[in-house]
Structure formats: structure tokens, C-alpha cells
């Protein structure tokens, strides 16, 4: 039996892609595809993408989320690529160059059998 206080589970791709997002903890990152991924929606990163071009959710960390070789998308000249930058180092995570360091791939086979240990 369901009760009003009982969350939903998020349906619409945008609502799981938001949620997936919303699960990145501070102190880590992703890429588009991992949320793609984490969401139900392989090869779907420039969905991801555009979602987060849209979002006006001033509570959505953003900020976590980068190319899959640990890259920041916005230009270096950018004021997007400072304020990413900054919030970034907020979180505790160091970008050098406009890179940081990637989380191992946890979603395939081929990363669970020979990821260094």
C-alpha cells in the first residue's frame, strides 16, 4: 500500500539523470556517461549534457560532472570553466589544468577483473 509520504521513483529520463547527478557525493566526480549509465541510459551522455545546460536548480551539483577523460567542457577563458574550478576545489577536488582525476570505471566487467588493486 502506498502513503503520500513515500517518495517516488524518479520515471522521466531527465528525473533519473537529475537524481543520478544528485547522487554524486561532494569530494568526487563523473562523467556524463557514468550518469547516463547510473541512470538507465547508456550512450546517452549528451543527454546528459543538455539536461544540465537547461538546469536552473541552483542546489544541482553540476559541477561534478565532466568529459569522460576527467576534463572540464567549458573553455579555459570561461567564467563557467572559474566557477566550476572553484567549486570543484570547495568540494575538496584539485583541478589542474582544467582535468582532474577520474573514478575508475565501475560499470563494466572489464574494469571489475583488471582494475589495479
Known amino acids: 500500500m502506498l502513503t503520500r509520504n513515500m517518495k517516488s521513483t524518479p520515471t522521466t ?8 547527478i544528485r547522487a554524486v557525493p561532494r569530494g568526487q566526480v563523473a562523467g556524463y556517461g557514468a550518469i547516463a549509465r547510473r541512470a538507465g541510459l547508456p ?10 545546460g537547461q538546469n536552473e536548480d541552483p542546489g544541482l551539483p553540476w559541477h561534478r560532472i565532466l568529459r569522460s577523460d576527467g576534463r572540464i567542457a567549458f573553455p579555459p577563458e570561461s ?5 566550476q574550478c572553484r567549486r570543484l576545489r570547495a568540494d575538496g577536488v584539485e583541478p589542474r589544468n582544467g582535468r582532474v ?8 566487467l572489464d574494469a571489475a577483473l583488471w582494475a589495479p588493486r
Open 43 to 52: 550512450g546517452r551522455a549528451r543527454l546528459v549534457a543538455r539536461i544540465l
Open 13 to 20: 529520463p531527465e528525473q533519473r539523470i537529475l537524481a543520478a
Open 101 to 108: 582525476r577520474m573514478p575508475e570505471d565501475e560499470g563494466t
Open 79 to 83: 567564467a563557467e570553466f572559474a566557477e
